[in-house]
T-cell receptor, first 117, second 114 residues
């Protein structure tokens, strides 16, 4: 089965510093999703990457997809306390009975980000 | 649109009790799923449905039942709650299974089984 490995597991940065979170898949990626979760709350969709080499940005968050490496990175520039939370990457895996490149979302275990003011 | 809604937000059960977690979406999405989130384990798929009348098991289906009688609703049933089912449960939906479809999540249900 497909697995997603996120690194680091947790991260503490000083406000204003840049940081990168990585997500590596054990199998071919068919779409990579990034979500953010604040403690005790639901998942907030950040962005979705479809193609190798694709890069998307939203405010100070940039995500890239390296299809050859089966990896995605999430980069936050000039971090702020509002960026604190758990970042989860998700990828379409293979449904047991419905094969192909489509399927349910498989998630990494998350990266907990703390930003010190 | 309300998106994906879940009820209740919090629930405490005693071992052996049964209950149903409700999930509804108003986006006419075909695909719906249930995940549980546990510390250190990430999100794990319990059951999913690719359309009304069609359901299947995910990674951790034991102890849970689902049904999909309408496109909008996808309830999750715990027949005999166990402490191991203490978790946060998320319902999700998407237009289809293709990789370009965003998956929308509900706010979650925090369940404690004593």
């Amino acid at each position: 089965s497909q697995e997603l490995e996120q690194s680091p597991q947790s991260l503490i940065v000083q406000e204003g510093k840049n940081l990168t979170i990585n997500c590596t898949s054990s199998k071919t990626l068919y779409g990579l999703y990034w979500y953010k979760q604040k403690y005790g709350e639901g998942l907030i969709f950040l962005m979705m990457l479809q193609k190798g080499g694709e890069e998307k940005s939203h405010e100070k968050i940039t995500a890239k997809l390296d299809e050859k490496k089966q990896q995605s990175s999430l980069h936050i520039t000039a971090s702020q306390p509002s960026h604190a939370g758990i970042y989860l990457c998700g990828a379409r895996g293979l449904l047991m009975n419905y094969g192909g490149s489509q399927g349910n979302l498989i998630f990494g275990k998350g990266t907990k980000l703390s930003v010190k003011p | 649109n309300a998106g994906v809604t879940q009820t209740p937000k919090f629930q405490v059960l005693k071992t052996g009790q049964s209950m149903t977690l409700q999930c509804a979406q108003d986006m006419n999405h075909e695909y719906m799923s249930w995940y549980r989130q546990d510390p250190g384990m990430g999100l794990r798929l319990i059951h999913y449905s690719v359309g009304a009348g069609i359901t299947d098991q995910g990674e951790v289906p034991n102890g849970y039942n689902v049904s999909r009688s309408t496109t909008e609703d996808f309830p999750l049933r715990l027949l005999s709650a166990a402490p191991s089912q203490t978790s946060v449960y998320f319902c999700a939906s998407s237009k289809g299974l293709a990789s370009y479809n965003e998956q929308f999540f509900g706010p979650g249900t925090r369940l404690t089984v004593l």
